[in-house]
Structures are given as structure tokens and as C-alpha cells.
């Protein structure tokens, strides 16, 4: 939800080991990362007494093109903050925004090649106590403020995607009946395509997954011809892993309908809890990844250090500290999986750990970014299968390994991820276990993979 009108409720380098023996995996993968080829029952036996969970990584499944798609930010930046080195490192893809914002912003997103939404209803406002659009048979307020965007957006030669009421399924953001709402919808359609008739329209944001709503929505939007070009709701919770059903679920109600969306975005994702979690937000990640859904903004929430009248300031949505600017754990599990280039990879999960990665022949790189959500803290086995897939990144048959933790910190900056492990091991039969060690319930790792003395 566009979350400024909610409450908040927020809650040195490692000593670098290789172990290659059963003693030595045993006593030091409690502080350090350790590698072990997958030889013999012995290894997998070290393997499963150093590490409770197992994550595997299938270099044999490609699961098409990296692209990002789950970089984007509810408001985020402005026309010069935060700097080159902090926004367009994290590759966004998608920004969402108030109209003052999405105009002053537009030329800095498209430079970064990514798309802008604008909340219409953020222009009318949502008044506690009326008018709401249609009070009184009055639609004149509501129609302006439609018909006065798109047509500036028109003159000025910007491509918006009209985001044309953010959550009306909450008291906080609409305060009339149901079909006063899809009154007003339709005519906030029409009028946007009526002026620009290549106009891109997004809804309707519910504030939560809701099939039957958005079932009951898309039937009335087809009979009175005002579908969006794409179909979006809100989702701040990924824990029970429903995000790809629920992208599927509602796929599969418009192929039954014959509505002929193509295009479903998440607009705004991560709650006030897991905002600042590096884990939680690779689980976002792995989750929105998994949907292949259009786009998703990073939601922003409430921070100590603002007033109510500048939490809009809040840049990247949260994930750099309020005041200077300084990347939180969050910002590093986004640069990872910015970092992330290439094909996509199959990542199978364990009961508490997910992650997304890539491998890259042009760079002779594989990367991945693993989040922990939950679960007692210690070492998890990172399984590596199919290697002889990615032959590029071996040099004298080894490869050159490198972990880093991103410890959560809350609200306090995080100068840099841990250094945990920088080795090059030898692959037998394809295959590695790698254990990442001191692997907290909100932490998340970043792992590259390279030739040895490539990095």
C-alpha cells in the first residue's frame, strides 16, 4: 500500500579456511566457509554434520534471461538523490509515484531504462470525510485531475503508466461503496485513453491478494471495455511462498475469461517487519522470480528519524539510512541481485533459505544471492550440480570461489558484507558443497562464482 498513511511497527572480516577433511569441516565450519568436492559418501557425511539445511543450485536449468524484474521502488530517489553509485547500481526497473514526484524524476528513470507508474488518486487525495469522487452524483474534481495529467504527461512527451487508484479495497485509501469505486475507475479510464489513446493503464492495487475481488473486477472492467494494460496488487508477505500461485491462479482466471492481459505487477511488496531484512527481501526475490511477474516496488514505511510531512523522503524506499545516505543490509541483497547477469538458474530451496542465480558465459561468471527467513542461525549446505553446464568457469579444472555474508542490522548502516570465503577448489563429477557458516534468520549471502585469478 502506498505506505506513508500506516503506522510502523519495525522492529571485520572472517579467518578465511578451505577444509577439505571430515576433522577440519567438523571443527572450523561453525566460523569459517568451507568447499568440499562431492566425492565420497564421507564428504556428503561432513557436509550434512556441518550444515542442518541444504540449498541446491542446477546449473542444467536455464530459466531464461536475467532481467531484474523485481527491482523497483515505491517513491525512491529524486532528480539528483541518492547518488549514481546507490540507485542505478541496483538496476531498478520500475518506479512508483505521486504525480509531483513521477514528473520531476522522469527523465532519471528513463536514462536508467526503467518504467514509471503514477497513483492517480495520490492527485485527488483520499479526505477522511469526503468528497470522494461521485459524492453527490459529482464526478467534475475527479475527472480534472485525470484529464489534467495526462494531458501534461502528453505535452511534455512523457510515457507514464497510470496507476489509477492505489488500494480501494482500503479504508485508508477509499472510503465509498464497491461500486462507486468501479465507477470510478471506469470513468478515470476512459478519459486517460481518450486523451491518449496508447495510454498504459495499471489496477487496480488491490491493497492484498484477493481473487474473488479481483475476479469481480476484471469481469466488470471487460463488460464496460475499460481492462488494464496491466494487472497489479499488493503483496507483502512471501513467507508462505503464495506469490507464484497467486500470479498463476489469476492467469488462469482470465485465460477462462478470455481477458487478454499479459502484463500482472506486484506494485508495491515487503512489509513494515521485513523491510530492512536482507533475508526476507531475497525471499521477495526468489519469489517474484519464480511468478514472472511484469514488475514490484519495494513498499516504504514509516522512519524514526522523519517527521510525518517527510516520509516521502524516505530514498530507495527504506533501504538507506534516513540522514546520510548509507546503504542498510538491504541495499546489499538488492546489489547482489542487481549484480546477478546472464542466464537464470534453478535455485531449490530449503525449509528457510531461497535465493535467485545466474550464470554469465560472456563474463565467465555465475553469481547468486541466498536469503534466510527464519530458523535457528548456524551453517547451511549450498549444493552445486551440473557444473560440466558452466564449464567456462573453471581454469585447470577448478574454480574460484567467493562468499560474503550480509548480516540484518536493522536501521543501521552496513559499511559492507562479511568476507567469508575466497578459494578455488577443484569440481568432481560437476559438483561442490559449499558450507556457508553463521547463517542468521534474517541474514542473506552473496556467492560469485569465477576462473581463478579472474577476480
Same mark, same amino acid.
Given at each position: 500500500?502506498?505506505?506513508?498513511?500506516?503506522?510502523?511497527?519495525?522492529?571485520?572480516?572472517?579467518?578465511?579456511?578451505?577444509?577439505?577433511?571430515?576433522?577440519?569441516?567438523?571443527?572450523?565450519?561453525?566460523?569459517?566457509? @568451507?568447499?568440499?568436492?562431492?566425492?565420497?559418501?564421507?564428504?556428503?557425511?561432513?557436509?550434512?554434520?556441518?550444515?542442518?539445511?541444504?540449498?541446491?543450485?542446477?546449473?542444467?536449468?536455464?530459466?531464461?534471461? !536475467?532481467?531484474? =524484474?523485481?527491482?523497483?521502488?515505491?517513491?525512491?530517489?529524486?532528480?539528483?538523490?541518492?547518488?549514481?553509485?546507490?540507485?542505478?547500481?541496483?538496476?531498478?526497473?520500475?518506479?512508483?509515484?505521486?504525480?509531483?514526484?513521477?514528473?520531476? &524524476?522522469?527523465?532519471?528513470?528513463?536514462?536508467?531504462?526503467?518504467?514509471?507508474?503514477?497513483?492517480?488518486?495520490?492527485?485527488?487525495?483520499?479526505?477522511?470525510?469526503?468528497?470522494?469522487?461521485?459524492?453527490?452524483?459529482?464526478?467534475?474534481?475527479?475527472?480534472?485531475?485525470?484529464?489534467?495529467?495526462?494531458?501534461?504527461?502528453?505535452?511534455?512527451?512523457?510515457?507514464?503508466?497510470?496507476?489509477?487508484?492505489?488500494?480501494?479495497?482500503?479504508?485508508?485509501?477509499?472510503? =465509498?461503496?464497491?461500486?462507486?469505486?468501479?465507477?470510478?475507475?471506469?470513468?478515470?479510464?476512459?478519459?486517460?485513453?481518450?486523451?491518449?489513446?496508447?495510454?498504459? &493503464?495499471?489496477?487496480?492495487?488491490?491493497?492484498?491478494?484477493?481473487?474473488?475481488?479481483?475476479?469481480?473486477?476484471?469481469?466488470?472492467?471487460?463488460?464496460?471495455? !475499460?481492462?488494464?494494460?496491466?494487472?497489479?496488487?499488493?503483496?507483502?508477505?512471501?513467507?508462505?511462498?503464495?506469490?507464484?500461485?497467486?500470479?498463476?491462479?489469476? =492467469?488462469?482466471?482470465?485465460?477462462?475469461?478470455? &481477458?487478454?492481459?499479459?502484463?500482472?505487477?506486484?506494485?508495491?511488496?515487503?512489509?513494515?517487519d521485513d523491510e530492512l531484512s536482507p533475508g526476507a527481501t531475497t525471499w521477495f526475490f @526468489?519469489?517474484?522470480?519464480?511468478?514472472?511477474?511484469?514488475?514490484?516496488?519495494?513498499?516504504?514505511?514509516?522512519?524514526?528519524?522523519?517527521?510525518?510531512?517527510?516520509?516521502?523522503?524516505?530514498?530507495? @524506499?527504506?533501504?538507506?539510512?534516513?540522514?546520510?545516505?548509507?546503504? =542498510?543490509?538491504?541495499?546489499?541483497?538488492?546489489?547482489?541481485?542487481?549484480?546477478?547477469?546472464?542466464?537464470?538458474?534453478?535455485?531449490?530451496?530449503?525449509?528457510?533459505?531461497?535465493?535467485?542465480?545466474?550464470?554469465?558465459?560472456?563474463?565467465?561468471?555465475?553469481?547468486?544471492?541466498?536469503?534466510?527467513?527464519?530458523?535457528?542461525?548456524?551453517?547451511?549446505?549450498?549444493?552445486?550440480?551440473?557444473?560440466?553446464?558452466a564449464s567456462y568457469l573453471a581454469k585447470d579444472g577448478k574454480v574460484h570461489i567467493v562468499?560474503?555474508?550480509?548480516?540484518?542490522?536493522?536501521?543501521?548502516?552496513?559499511?559492507?558484507?562479511?568476507?567469508?570465503?575466497?578459494?578455488?577448489?577443484?569440481?568432481?563429477?560437476?559438483?561442490?558443497?559449499?558450507?556457508?557458516?553463521?547463517?542468521?534468520?534474517?541474514?542473506?549471502?552473496?556467492?560469485?562464482?569465477?576462473?581463478?585469478?579472474?577476480?
Amino acid at each position: 500500500m502506498d505506505s506513508l498513511s500506516r503506522r510502523v511497527n519495525c522492529k571485520a572480516a572472517c579467518h578465511i579456511v578451505l577444509c577439505l577433511t571430515v576433522t577440519c569441516l567438523a571443527v572450523g565450519a561453525a566460523t569459517t566457509g @568451507s568447499v568440499l568436492p562431492l566425492a565420497a559418501d564421507q564428504a556428503n557425511s561432513a557436509s550434512t554434520q556441518t550444515a542442518g539445511e541444504e540449498v541446491t543450485v542446477d546449473f542444467a536449468t536455464d530459466l531464461g534471461p !536475467v532481467t531484474h =524484474r523485481a527491482s523497483g521502488f515505491l517513491h525512491g530517489i529524486t532528480p539528483t538523490a541518492p547518488g549514481h553509485d546507490l540507485a542505478e547500481a541496483l538496476k531498478p526497473r520500475l518506479f512508483r509515484s505521486a504525480e509531483w514526484r513521477a514528473f520531476a &524524476i522522469y527523465e532519471r528513470v528513463k536514462r536508467m531504462g526503467a518504467r514509471s507508474q503514477v497513483v492517480v488518486s495520490d492527485s485527488y487525495g483520499y479526505p477522511p470525510n469526503g468528497p470522494w469522487p461521485g459524492d453527490g452524483g459529482d464526478w467534475r474534481r475527479w475527472e480534472q485531475v485525470v484529464g489534467g495529467l495526462v494531458t501534461a504527461a502528453k505535452e511534455n512527451g512523457y510515457i507514464f503508466e497510470w496507476d489509477i487508484w492505489n488500494e480501494p479495497d482500503g479504508k485508508d485509501f477509499w472510503g =465509498r461503496g464497491r461500486e462507486q469505486f468501479l465507477e470510478t475507475w471506469r470513468r478515470g479510464v476512459l478519459i486517460a485513453r481518450r486523451i491518449d489513446p496508447k495510454a498504459i &493503464i495499471v489496477g487496480p492495487s488491490l491493497a492484498q491478494y484477493d481473487r474473488e475481488l479481483l475476479t469481480s473486477f476484471l469481469l466488470y472492467a471487460k463488460e464496460h471495455r !475499460v481492462l488494464p494494460d496491466i494487472l497489479s496488487w499488493h503483496e507483502f508477505s512471501c513467507a508462505d511462498r503464495q506469490i507464484p500461485a497467486h500470479v498463476a491462479e489469476m =492467469r488462469a482466471v482470465m485465460a477462462r475469461n478470455q &481477458i487478454a492481459i499479459t502484463r500482472i505487477c506486484l506494485n508495491e511488496v515487503i512489509n513494515e517487519d521485513d523491510e530492512l531484512s536482507p533475508g526476507a527481501t531475497t525471499w521477495f526475490f @526468489s519469489q517474484l522470480e519464480a511468478a514472472r511477474v511484469d514488475g514490484a516496488c519495494h513498499a516504504t514505511w514509516r522512519e524514526p528519524d522523519a517527521d510525518a510531512g517527510k516520509q516521502g523522503d524516505r530514498l530507495l @524506499s527504506g533501504i538507506l539510512t534516513y540522514v546520510d545516505q548509507q546503504p =542498510r543490509s538491504a541495499w546489499w541483497a538488492y546489489k547482489g541481485y542487481a549484480d546477478i547477469t546472464g542466464r537464470l538458474v534453478e535455485v531449490r530451496p530449503s525449509t528457510t533459505v531461497a535465493g535467485v542465480a545466474g550464470t554469465d558465459r560472456r563474463h565467465a561468471e555465475a553469481r547468486l544471492v541466498l536469503g534466510r527467513m527464519g530458523g535457528a542461525p548456524g551453517a547451511i549446505a549450498l549444493r552445486l550440480i551440473h557444473l560440466d553446464k558452466a564449464s567456462y568457469l573453471a581454469k585447470d579444472g577448478k574454480v574460484h570461489i567467493v562468499a560474503q555474508r550480509i548480516p540484518a542490522m536493522g536501521w543501521n548502516a552496513l559499511v559492507r558484507p562479511v568476507p567469508v570465503m575466497a578459494e578455488d577448489v577443484k569440481p568432481q563429477q560437476g559438483e561442490l558443497v559449499v558450507t556457508l557458516p553463521e547463517f542468521g534468520p534474517s541474514d542473506a549471502y552473496l556467492v560469485e562464482m569465477l576462473q581463478p585469478g579472474g577476480g
